[in-house]
């Protein structure tokens, strides 16, 4: 049944997904902060298509002394004009500079930008909303989604995080927030080289969509799945490599009601497995799309136990 889904929601997202060339990565600037160093890196996603990012290195770390590393996803947010700075320490809200927070924990932080967000949306003449739209159509027009190409973008980070001599290759580690959650969970089947992965507020189901009338980011969105499967289904394909996810009850973007049957589906998948320990969930009472301190704790003390430097 898995092996049947997995199948067609490959197709659904857009087919395939290429094989890679060279990365190519670059170091184009670096800075010493208390704790860790940032680096302004670039690396080539599809051809032609340079994907800049920003590398946390913690202190200590080398070739000698490698580190486990976290793929930071962006949120959406509305802001396209921010990206990976945000998780990064450099922009945005406090409470979502956790590419910080897990350096300096000891973990190598990956913070890339998603295509249409910051640097990533220079050189178009459309911007923000339109350019995410624009996006959108041009890769279904190819028989694509947009997730499809965000997920060939993530596997690509991961290829750069396993060529560096200072990452612990055996321990790489996903997370995201809102759109970001939504990447954590579509990269997940594809990539097992990634092999604990936390969600933070949102898993919308396509039930609750419609039943809601939702308009999420395009990056949500995989033809051809419902009302046969749906989201759980696609994070279901993870087990049995370990997943967290936390939710604020009052978080219209997810409602409660399909979170909790979520929540029971994908467990039962784990329990099939044997594998119930490497799942578990944490739903907040009146917390709404936030990243609060319980769910922060649940995070790090997650990515500790599967990953821990």
């Known amino acids: ?21 060279p990365l190519d990565a670059r170091t184009l600037k670096s800075e010493k902060r208390e704790g860790y160093e940032l680096r302004w890196i670039t690396y080539e996603g599809e051809p032609h298509d340079t994907i800049p990012a920003i590398l ?7 070739a000698k002394n490698p580190a486990p590393a976290v793929c930071v996803w962006h949120q959406h947010n509305g802001q396209w004009h921010l990206g990976k700075s945000e998780p990064a320490g450099l922009a945005g809200n406090p409470m979502h ?10 973990f190598i932080v990956l913070c890339p930008d998603t295509l249409g967000f910051e640097d990533r949306a220079k050189g178009f003449s459309l911007s923000g909303g339109n350019l995410e739209r624009f996006l959108y159509l041009k890769y279904v027009i190819r028989g694509k989604t947009l ?53 933070n507020c ?13 308009l ?9 799945i419902f009302p046969d499967a749906d989201t759980p289904d696609i994070v279901s394909l993870i087990a049995p490599r370990a997943v967290h996810m936390n939710f604020g009850e ?29 799942f578990s969930f ?9 990243l609060s301190e319980t769910m922060w704790n649940r995070t790090r003390d997650f990515f500790m136990r599967y990953l821990g430097p």
């Open 1 to 21: 049944m898995q092996v049947e889904f997995r199948e067609r929601l490959l197709a659904g997202l857009g087919g395939p997904f290429p094989e890679f060339g």
């Open 56 to 62: 946390l290195i913690p202190d200590g770390v080398n």
């Open 97 to 106: 500079h956790t590419g910080v927070a897990l350096a300096k924990l000891g």
């Open 147 to 199: 997730a499809w190409k965000s997920i060939v973008d993530m596997r690509r980070a991961v290829d750069f995080l396993t060529s560096l001599a200072i990452v612990n290759s055996d321990s790489i580690g996903s997370y995201g927030h809102s759109m970001g959650s939504t990447h954590a969970y579509m990269v997940g089947p594809w990539e097992p080289r990634i092999k604990a992965t936390v969600c």
């Open 202 to 214: 949102c898993l919308p189901t396509y039930e609750a969509i419609e039943q809601n009338e939702l």
């Open 216 to 224: 999420h980011c395009f990056h949500n969105y995989v033809t051809g």
């Open 250 to 278: 009052l978080d219209r973007g997810s409602p409660i009601k399909q979170v909790r049957a979520a929540m029971s589906k994908i467990r039962k998948t784990y329990e099939s497995m044997h594998a119930e320990s490497h």
């Open 282 to 290: 944490y739903i907040e009472k009146n917390a709404g799309h936030v």
